[in-house]
Structure formats: C-alpha cells, structure tokens
C-alpha cells in the first residue's frame, strides 16, 4: 500500500551466513510454490487470472492481507509510531475498519456479480458488462488508469527490494534490484494467480510472526510491561492519542479506510474464493491478521523508544527501527527470517500488481483489440501466453523505471492508494448496490475522482483545506459525479438490470 522508496539508505545490519541462509530458504521455498502452481492451474485464463475461482478463504483472506500491507506496515508504521508516539496509529484504526467494511459492503456481492457477468476476471471487464457498454470506453479508461498507476506502484516496490540487499547485505543497489525483481517475475510469470496467491499466504504467515516476535522479545528484554510507563516519561505525548496530530490529522489518516474499495489487487481476491458463503469465514481470519499485524507494529514502534533509549543505539532514520530492533535482540538465522518478512511484504504486493497490471493488458487491452473473450474457445493458450509476457513487460518497465530512483515518481506513486480509491471506490459500491448507475455516470466518475486526487496532491503545499488527505475529495467528488450524470442520462433497461436482481436473489439464498 505504501511506498518504502529510500527509507532503508542507512540502515547497516551485521551479517553472517545464518542470515544468508535463511534468505536463500525464503527465495527456494517462493519458487518451489510458483513451480507447483505452474503444474496444478495455468491452462487457461481464468485459471491463470484468478486461480479458477477455487481458492480457500484462508488463503484469500491472507494473500488479501499480504498484498495490501506491503513494506510499509513493517517499517512505514513502526517509524511513524517511534517518531510521534501513539497519535499516529489513527491510520491503523482507519485501515482496520475500511478492510472490515470492505469485506462486508463489497465481497460477497461481487464475488456473485463477476461471475454472472460472463465470468469477468478484471475490475474494467466487471465495470463493462454491468453497465452494458458497448462503446468499451469504461473498460479503456479504467484499464488505463490501472496499467499507468500499477506500473509506477510496482517500480516503486522494486526500488524498496533492491535498497534493502544494499543497505542489509551492502550488495549493488542495482545488482540487489535485479535479484529481488527475478524472484517475484520467475514464480508470477509461470505460477499466475495461483501461486502469487499461495506466496501471498506464506508471506502473510512469515509477516505476522515477525511483528508478534519482535515486540514481545523486546518486552522481555527491557522491563516488561513497565516499558511503556518508561516510554511515556521520556515523553508524556508519546502515549496521548491526540497529541502530536490535529482534527485535520486524525480525519486523514482514518480516511485510509476509504481506499479498500478500489483497490484491484485487494479486490480482486473476493472474485477467486470458491463461494461466496465462505466469505464471513474469509473476513474474520483477515481481519484478524490484519489487527494483530497493525498492533505488533504499533507496539514495536512504542517499544522502540525505550530500547533505544535504553541500548545506545543510533537509529538514522525512524523507520529502520524495525530492522534495528530485530537485529540485535535475535540470533543471526531468526535475524534473517525477519529480513525475509520485511522481503515477503515487499515482494506480496509486487506479485499482485503486477498479475493485476497483466489481466488488464491482456483482457482489457489485447482482447478487445483481437475481438475475442474468455468464452472463445481454441485461444486459451495464446491468452495465457500474453498473459506471461505482460507480467515480463510491466516488470521490465518498471525495472527500467527504477534503475534511477526518482524522488518526484516515488512522491506520485505514494498517492496510488488514493488514485485509486477515488477513482474505483465509489463505482464498485454504486454498481453492487444502485440500479440506476449509467455507463456515463462510470466515467464521469472515474475521471472526476482522478483529477481531483492529482490536483488536491499538487495545491497541498498551499495549506488550508489542501491538508486534508487527498482521498476525502477524491471520493467525495467521484461519488457525486457518478450519481449525477448517471440521473441526467438514459436510465438502464429491464434485461440490464436482470443479473442485478439475481445476484441479490442468489445472496439471499
């Protein structure tokens, strides 16, 4: 979700061969789960895109988990918490409660609706058969705004891979960007969703361990829970929620939240589970990886205080305490287990940009120039085959793009998250839950929420109302446009409105 960018410049972890083992184990294990879902599920598109609708809620709910979290909730969060003290775990608040609403306004339903739109296995394909349109301008533009937005998203996470082998194991930047870019290409190329799903479990697995551990340890090690009494006399607004922050503040980070409902590579997860009856099972193992994972964070930020305070030791920047605080309290192969939960974040969301980025082009793009769909038979091959080469294009592209990390590309993709939850976010709700929705209240509501986002990002130096996170407007203008224009324009027909009905008959039942 978040980006890493160059946070890890100056981080210096000690080394042994313990660690590059356990690094070594990781990668083996990553490549052994594309290899097997390589060999189980990749013969067709649907198979290839969205694992053939037959995966667990387990693995749904984790790999949902892993590819929204990204570097960000092991390093981004613990630095924030570290720096300003509880005021700035509002986000996670608002991240727990938007993943919740997610799961309850928006999973089931379109688990059902994707299906009965002829099997739509991308967000621009659903948005193009629910509303009917023949012009295929609702699919070219949102398609557009994934394969733009996930391309930079992606790169940016490249740059975190290849930062992170320089600054812990002192490898070439550009070496340690290449190696941690081949592993997700080699198992997402052959593997498809299936094994980006499986990684995504494991990864998920890996990452909640790693922010229990590390805060416990750090418990036991210090002054167990007197620690905080501690950390709150180094600094009395360390431990106040509201200090630190404004209204303004709190507002933006719980708006987070908003974000989850157009994200396509979290969304994407509730259209692959086998059924939609298995999505309260789903929510309840998500939600509470989700909570565990964003409180260990918060604590090991809380608790990085005292320890630093307490051991001497120097800590650059804010969010390397993580890194730091692993380091130190553990032996060199479970020191190394930590460095691959800060790769399996990385690395999750990369996988699942880069799947996403691949359907678009293949289906959204490739597809609708060749005139085919997925119900045509005698073509799988060649649709999976393209499928393969887009993930090889998007990661070359974006490899290319991150050969020379740039300041202002990183800036911009930091706000993807909102990008795409103005852009998305409103139409995903509004298609599951109002008939009346048009094809030209989509893209007026697409558009709308796009450029407000980009215009909030670039007036937000001025101050004011700009300091509000750019998501609030986004979302707010995306949905009004949508309603409008859709209310002004021909209303949909009765045969349009038919597989409505039906998937709320079928979600009753």
């Known amino acids: 979700m978040f980006i890493l960018g160059n946070t890890f410049k100056n981080v210096k972890v000690e080394t042994s061969w313990e660690t590059y083992v356990m690094i070594a184990v990781y990668f083996a294990i990553l490549l052994a789960i594309g290899f097997y879902a390589y060999k189980r599920s990749t013969s067709t598109l649907d198979e290839y895109m969205l694992g053939g609708r037959d995966l667990g809620p387990l693995v749904t709910a984790l790999s949902a988990g892993a590819s929204d979290m990204s570097g960000w909730m092991i390093m981004?969060?613990?630095?924030?918490?570290?720096?300003?003290?509880?005021?700035?775990?509002?986000?996670?608040?608002?991240?727990?409660?938007?993943?919740?609403?997610?799961?309850?306004?928006?999973?089931?339903?379109?688990?059902?609706?994707?299906?009965?739109?002829?099997?739509?296995?991308?967000?621009?394909?659903?948005?193009?058969?629910?509303?009917?349109?023949?012009?295929?301008?609702v699919k070219i533009i949102s398609g557009l705004v994934i394969v733009v937005f996930f391309t930079l998203y992606t790169h940016s996470g490249m740059v975190a891979g290849?930062?992170?082998?320089?600054?812990?194991?002192?490898?070439?930047?550009?070496?340690?960007?290449?190696?941690?870019?081949?592993?997700?290409?080699?198992?997402?190329?052959?593997?498809?969703?299936?094994?980006?799903?499986?990684?995504?479990?494991?990864?998920?697995?890996?990452m909640i361990l790693a922010l229990v551990l590390v805060p416990i340890v750090a418990l036991l090690k210090l002054n167990g829970l007197d620690t905080f009494s501690e950390v709150g006399?180094?600094?009395?607004?360390?431990?106040?929620?509201?200090?630190?922050?404004?209204?303004?503040?709190?507002?933006?980070?719980?708006?987070?939240?908003?974000?989850?409902?157009?994200?396509?590579?979290?969304?994407?997860?509730?259209?692959?589970?086998?059924?939609?009856?298995?999505?309260?099972?789903?929510?309840?193992?998500?939600?509470?990886?989700?909570?565990?994972?964003?409180?260990?964070?918060?604590?090991?930020?809380?608790?990085?205080?005292?320890?630093?305070?307490?051991?001497?030791?120097?800590?650059?920047?804010?969010?390397?305490?993580?890194?730091?605080?692993?380091?130190?309290?553990?032996?060199?192969?479970?020191?190394?287990?930590?460095?691959?939960?800060?790769?399996?974040?990385i690395m999750?969301?990369?996988?699942?940009?880069?799947?996403?980025t691949s359907s678009a082009l293949t289906q959204d793009f490739y597809m609708l120039l060749r005139g085919k769909t997925l119900q045509d038979k005698g073509h799988e091959k060649e649709f999976v085959l393209v499928g393969r080469l887009s993930v090889l294009i998007v990661s070359l592209v974006a490899m290319y793009i991150a050969w020379n990390p740039n300041d202002t590309i990183l800036n911009l993709v930091g706000n993807a998250w909102a990008g795409f939850g103005a852009a998305f976010g409103p139409l995903v709700l509004l298609s599951l839950y109002w008939k009346r929705l048009t094809k030209y209240g989509a893209i007026a509501g697409i558009i709308c929420g796009s450029v407000v986002v980009i215009f909030w990002i670039l007036m937000k130096n001025h101050g004011g109302i700009f300091e509000f996170y750019e998501i609030i407007p986004g979302f707010i203008s995306s949905i009004v446009a949508t309603i409008v224009v859709s209310l002004f324009t021909k209303a949909p027909i009765g045969k349009d409105l038919a597989k409505f009905d039906e998937m709320k008959n079928i979600l009753k039942n």
């Open 348 to 356: 999750s969301t990369i996988s699942s940009q880069l799947l996403v």
């Open 233 to 345: 006399q180094l600094k009395p607004t360390n431990l106040d929620w509201f200090k630190g922050t404004t209204t303004v503040g709190i507002v933006s980070l719980l708006a987070w939240g908003l974000g989850y409902f157009g994200q396509p590579h979290i969304i994407v997860r509730f259209m692959s589970i086998k059924s939609h009856k298995l999505m309260p099972k789903a929510r309840r193992i998500g939600i509470s990886w989700m909570a565990i994972s964003l409180m260990g964070a918060c604590v090991t930020g809380l608790i990085g205080i005292a320890f630093v305070a307490q051991s001497n030791v120097k800590v650059d920047n804010p969010e390397t305490i993580f890194i730091v605080m692993s380091q130190i309290l553990f032996h060199p192969l479970i020191a190394g287990f930590f460095l691959a939960a800060i790769l399996a974040a």
């Open 162 to 206: 290849g930062v992170l082998f320089n600054s812990a194991f002192g490898m070439n930047y550009h070496l340690g960007l290449v190696l941690a870019a081949s592993i997700v290409i080699l198992y997402t190329l052959f593997g498809g969703y299936l094994a980006v799903s499986l990684t995504d479990f494991f990864q998920g697995v890996i």
């Open 76 to 137: 981004g969060l613990p630095g924030s918490v570290y720096s300003t003290g509880l005021s700035a775990t509002w986000i996670a608040i608002g991240l727990t409660i938007g993943a919740w609403l997610n799961y309850i306004l928006v999973a089931s339903r379109l688990r059902i609706y994707t299906e009965l739109t002829d099997n739509a296995i991308t967000l621009p394909d659903y948005f193009e058969k629910r509303l009917s349109d023949n012009t295929r301008i």
